[in-house]
């Protein structure tokens, strides 16, 4: 019996309720096999026979093709057969990385030279692995594709074909070699194995043939040449199968609906009937003409297309969106979804979206439901590649030696959630390793770090970063030596003595926050599910290859870039939407789906698939034989577009009740044909004729209180008043007025320094607050980012200079020495910025050298601390040398490591020096030498890249009127308001976020 029907006219369920009218007339349950394309239709196949009928079974009533192919093969012909083991995707992908890592090593043996470079790339191997898919589905092995090489002008056949046989060899070898007793085989060969299997063993497949009187498959169209031609070796007289051509997903691995046809009619010929199913049963009408319209499409419309909607409901819609960014489309699904849960009570686990691919718009709708509190479902993702589980990968590794402790995964441990660092910390902690070291250790602060971590041998406190990776490692490693440890025996090691910065297990800590709910809460829950996946895969590997070390299983896992099949049952999740692509969707249905992303380039993608080595083009010429290369190009191109229709088709007849067309016109980002031809179809216009849609506020509890804010100021003050203090008294936090920012007082009026109380002013200070009282009040406060490595060059430089005049004798050779030793503590950093630096830092040294035996004026000393008092104003600071002139006067000396000069006008007008020569009038220096007549200052630049040493001088000033403005600035100082002003120095700011005048300081006063 053939039955044939579109998505929704109940093929699954005529599946179910044949088997049960089977069972119910008293034939055996284990005799009935039922085969489907996924591993979660078969469970839910199962589930659906099981809750209807009390009949016992002993054997998995619903099965995969490669489950039942499997089975085939544990059928052993002699007692001392292996047990077979199907190696995952992943590991057969990182197995085929490994060996083109060989191939390369012996001077790139039989591959042409013009793919040398591409042999490296994941993508390369993805590429040869569905070739050899595609060519076993198709009964092709190495001899016959070498054969195909030549007489198609493949030229990368040839090569694809010798690399399969040394595979093939590779994969003996891994047999013989492995000393568990396995027969390691490969998705690629499964189901051919299994036909051999029942070919050379026809006792075996007369057992077969007599345990399973009745079998049916679902959803037909997804099988391949290879499961046919099992199919065809296995089946009975009552055999039963479903399908559609025009749902078919699968063809990228494998599936092949345009050859069903072919299929059905070598059943029919057997005597089979063929039946179609033409009510829709799933969908509102309005659905249902959406899918009409994208099948009335298709090249062939077939016998499923012709179908009626049984359903009269007019509840729901198909409404039809242009948006004009990939942001405001999520927020309009965002929107959507919200109010359909909020006003018409639609649960959020009957809620799904669904696109062509993973991409921008999958992180767009995560990010716009978080923000209106949608709770999403994981998504599925490699092992290896999740944030959460790579730092514990990593830390394994380690232990079993698979990566080296260096300064990039050291930092990445510390740094990891159970290292607990963080930049800052992790930057004095290299400082304090370097400042604790002897005299005579040469190690870089790297070096210390990696040893440190390596060793627990730690010489400084508030090491606890540190501390926690030395014991998880020292743990890890334990594990990794002891004789009969397994992968799961490693990761618990560092699972269960994993701590947070706080001390807390991260087991525990990470439950408290998946408990809490919220963004946070789903994020800790999706990371606890990834562990559960990663401890469930070691078990499984360790079953599988019992002899097998931890080693073994790091190695595995942490090569896999591609996310694995999860065998074990999805836990039962909470209330959520689903964000999931065509092919994860099909065989399911929900109330209501949004259908994303139909931009032109990405839904339909037309970009050939395996366009390098050509797996598609050996599908085409096993079906059309040898036809022109451009001929054939035609034909793949056009059963590529039929490829994408077929999702499209499958994508919108998964609702029952509404659904959501959406799409992105703007600039670069153009409809595509699909959804012009869905528009022109269901709204009888173009595309470009519909409205733009304008996002309504959204519904949450943030926008509503910002929403009625505003109404304050209209003539609805009065109700939007009102509908606050309920919110406010109902608890709501936000719609407390005086949780508003810019309403709560003032924490006080008074000034900083009241009365006469002095006011310390800097030199710097006094330059400082004359640019931007508000900045100075700010870093004043402690909103500075620390000492960067400019400035403790800066200081490094300063004492460098100090030391010409304290050391008599000293040569510019002896301070480059000494600022060599010296360089890791002011920059532990390694590499080529660094040694850049260093290298200008030499030239100050130089320049400084150059001024110091050509000034004329006698040196006072250097580094001379002063302490004076103008008025209200007490000015402190130090002076980098005092000089005295042929007069007997004294002149200040600035030296400057920044690069850029100030002007010349700027100079006789700078405050810091003006602060100097107050300070020579006050007698700040008399107790090194008895003049207080200033004859001038001057900013000595060593950063300034010429050879010419470039000074800035200041010759004598008005005393009186420079205490005057040094004594206004104290009292701005000592006020309680200061003033925030624009100059050339607020793109750098520190602290422009908290500015009232930048945007990004805009809430201060908003």
Known sequence: MIALGAPGTGKTTVLIHSALSRIAEGQNPDSILLITFGRESASDLRDAIALQTSATMYEPLARTFHSLAFSILKMKSHVDDPDPILLSGPEQESFIRDLLEG???????????????????????????????????????????EEYAQSYGEKYWQGAAQFWTRYNG??????????????????????????????????????????????????????????????????????????????????????????????????????????????????TPAIHALGMSVSSNFRLTGPTHERT????????????????????????????????????????????????????????????????????????????????????????????????LNTENVERLLLSEFGGADAISLRRIRRALLAARSDDDKRTGNQLLIEAVDTGDISIEDAQPIQRINLLLTKARSVAKKSGARGEDLLWAIWDNAQTSDGAKLSTAWQEIALRGGNRGAAADRDLDAMMQLFQSAQRFSERFPLSGPDAFIREVSAEIIAGDVITAQGVRPDCVEILTVHAAKGREWDLVAVGGLQEGLWPNLRQRSSLLGAER???????????????????????????????????????????????????????QFFEE?????????????????????????????????????????DAAAIIKSLSESGIHSADPQSWTGVAQLSTTEPISPGNSPVAVSPSSAESFTECGMKWFLEKSGGTDGDSIAQVLGSAIHAFAALMVQEEGITEAVLVEKLKKSWNLIDPQEGWVSKTSQEKAIAMITRFMKYHMKHER??????????????????????????????GNLFVIDFKTSKTPISYEKAEQNLQLKSYQIAVAEGGFTAHHASTTPSGAALIYLGHDIQKISSREQGGINLEEARAEIENIAQSMGAAQFVAATNSRCKECPVKSSCPIKAEGRTVIE
């Open 103 to 145: 191939d390369i090593a012996d001077g790139y043996r039989q591959w042409p030279e013009d793919l040398h470079l591409a042999l490296t790339t994941h993508g390369f191997a993805r590429e040869l692995r569905d070739l050899i898919l595609r060519a076993s589905e198709r009964g092709v092995d190495p001899e016959k594709l």
């Open 678 to 718: 869905i528009t022109d179809s269901n709204l009888n216009t173009s595309s470009e004729l519909l409205p733009q849609y304008v996002l309504p506020r959204p519904i949450t509890i943030a926008a509503l209180v910002a929403d009625l804010r505003s109404s304050l100021q209209s003539k609805k003050a009065a």
């Open 858 to 887: 006698e040196v006072v000393g250097v580094e001379l601390g002063f302490d004076v008092t103008v008025g209200k104003a007490r000015i402190r600071g130090t002076v980098d040398r005092l000089e005295v002139d042929s007069a």
């Open 309 to 404: 909607c049984v359903s009269t409901d007019a509840k729901g819609a198909v409404s039809i969106e242009r948006l004009r960014s990939v942001s405001e489309e999520a927020q309009y699904i965002a929107y959507q979804f919200r109010r359909a849960h909020l006003v018409d009570g639609v649960p959020y686990s009957e809620m799904a979206v669904i696109v062509r691919s993973p991409g921008s718009l999958t992180s767009a709708v995560r990010r716009a439901f978080a923000q209106v509190s949608i709770p999403v479902a994981g998504e599925l993702e490699a092992l290896a590649t999740n944030a959460s589980i790579a730092p514990f990968l990593l830390l394994a590794e380690i232990a079993i030696k698979a990566k080296p």
């Open 170 to 283: 590779a994969m003996f070898l891994r047999e013989v070699s492995a000393g568990d007793s396995k027969l390691r085989i490969d998705p690629s060969e499964l189901l051919s194995r299994a036909i051999r299997h029942l070919e050379i063993n026809p006792d075996l497949l007369s057992e077969l043939r007599n345990r399973f009187k009745t079998i049916m498959v679902d959803e037909f169209q997804e099988t391949d040449p290879a499961q046919r031609r099992l199919l065809r070796l296995l089946a009975p007289q009552d055999l039963v199968l479903v399908g559609d051509a025009h749902s078919a997903i699968g063809r990228f691995r494998g599936a092949d609906p345009d050859g069903m046809a072919n299929e059905i009619d070598y059943y029919l010929a057997q005597n089979g009937n063929q039946v179609v199913l033409g009510e829709n049963f799933r969908s």
């Open 618 to 672: 050996l599908v085409e010429r096993e079906r059309h034989g040898n036809l022109a290369r451009t001929e054939l190009d035609v034909i793949a191109a056009g059963a590529l577009l039929e490829d994408e229709r077929r999702l499209l088709h499958v994508a919108t007849t998964r609702a029952r009740t509404s659904m959501f067309i959406t799409c992105v016109a703007h600039e670069d980002d153009q409809p595509s």
